[in-house]
């Protein structure tokens, strides 16, 4: 019997118009734009990207700094819609993105539990019930009472993780979150993806650490300046992109 598929990225293209204009000011921005004479350049940050997730595979995304990696995982995610194609999500997906996406940095780590939480679609029942779990996990003791204005990006990463972890979601798109904190916060959040992705996990993230995908991954996808320049097992694709890198 064939899995589910969880993830579905058909012929995705993503274009960006840049301003061609050295505009100094909004009036000036707003003139110009009245009179038609804004002139932009198109960039292309991913063309033709396809290919699909089934329940319970883990995808690692590697290539350069600007090769398109977050810019996919924020298009599976929802937060930027294509230029062209499409993308399919089935079940609950949980985004882990940006360090602090989510938060609202005035409200404790306590607050920040439950609105971040909320935004993730759990209960403020759920959430109480997690309330001590979250905060077990995340190492924060008494931190968790602070405004997280004032977290360390270790503190942040823990939180977030925290919470978006909790219960097993569906499909789980992560970027780059497990290289923040300290090594054996790093060690203790591997070894909770690695639980979740044996009940069934579905799991899409970018890491510069190769040993990383190696180890968690079945399959990878390497990208290059917005292209699927190599697609399959995880340790032939890691393989080729460290032969081009040396």
């Given at each position: 019997?064939?899995?589910?598929?969880?993830?579905?990225?058909?012929?995705?293209?993503?274009?960006?118009?840049?301003?061609?204009?050295?505009?100094?000011?909004?009036?000036?921005?707003?003139?110009?734009?009245?009179?038609?004479?804004?002139?932009?350049?198109?960039?292309?940050?991913?063309?033709?990207?396809?290919?699909?997730?089934?329940?319970?595979?883990?995808?690692?995304?590697?290539?350069?700094?600007?090769?398109?990696?977050?810019?996919?995982?924020?298009?599976?995610?929802?937060?930027?819609?294509?230029?062209?194609?499409?993308?399919?999500?089935?079940?609950?997906?949980?985004?882990?993105?940006?360090?602090?996406?989510?938060?609202?940095?005035?409200?404790?780590?306590?607050?920040?539990?439950?609105?971040?939480?909320?935004?993730?679609?759990?209960?403020?029942?759920?959430?109480?019930?997690?309330?001590?779990?979250i905060v077990e996990f995340s190492e924060l003791g008494q931190f968790i009472e602070v405004p997280i204005r004032n977290y360390s990006s270790g503190m942040l990463a823990r939180l977030a993780f925290s919470i978006a972890t909790?219960?097993?979601?569906?499909?789980?798109?992560?970027?780059?979150?497990?290289?923040?904190?300290?090594?054996?916060?790093?060690?203790?959040?591997?070894?909770?993806?690695?639980?979740?992705?044996?009940?069934?996990?579905?799991?899409?993230?970018?890491?510069?650490?190769?040993?990383?995908?190696?180890?968690?991954?079945?399959?990878?996808?390497?990208?290059?300046?917005?292209?699927?320049?190599?697609?399959?097992?995880?340790?032939?694709?890691?393989?080729?992109?460290?032969?081009?890198?040396?």
């Amino acid at each position: 019997m064939s899995k589910k598929t969880m993830i579905e990225v058909s012929d995705v293209t993503m274009q960006f118009r840049l301003n061609n204009d050295k505009i100094l000011s909004l009036k000036e921005f707003v003139t110009t734009a009245l009179r038609g004479k804004l002139q932009y350049n198109k960039f292309t940050a991913l063309e033709h990207i396809s290919f699909e997730l089934k329940r319970g595979q883990t995808l690692g995304l590697i290539g350069r700094n600007g090769a398109g990696k977050s810019t996919l995982l924020k298009i599976i995610s929802g937060i930027l819609k294509p230029t062209e194609g499409c993308v399919s999500c089935y079940g609950n997906v949980v985004p882990m993105l940006e360090l602090g996406s989510g938060f609202d940095f005035d409200l404790t780590g306590r607050e920040n539990v439950f609105l971040n939480g909320a935004i993730l679609g759990y209960s403020e029942e759920f959430l109480k019930g997690k309330y001590d779990e979250i905060v077990e996990f995340s190492e924060l003791g008494q931190f968790i009472e602070v405004p997280i204005r004032n977290y360390s990006s270790g503190m942040l990463a823990r939180l977030a993780f925290s919470i978006a972890t909790v219960v097993n979601p569906d499909s789980l798109i992560v970027d780059e979150i497990l290289s923040e904190g300290d090594v054996a916060f790093q060690e203790k959040s591997k070894k909770r993806m690695l639980h979740l992705m044996g009940g069934g996990t579905t799991v899409l993230f970018v890491s510069h650490s190769i040993e990383q995908i190696r180890e968690m991954c079945d399959r990878a996808v390497w990208l290059d300046q917005g292209l699927i320049k190599m697609m399959g097992k995880a340790e032939d694709v890691c393989q080729a992109y460290i032969s081009q890198e040396i």
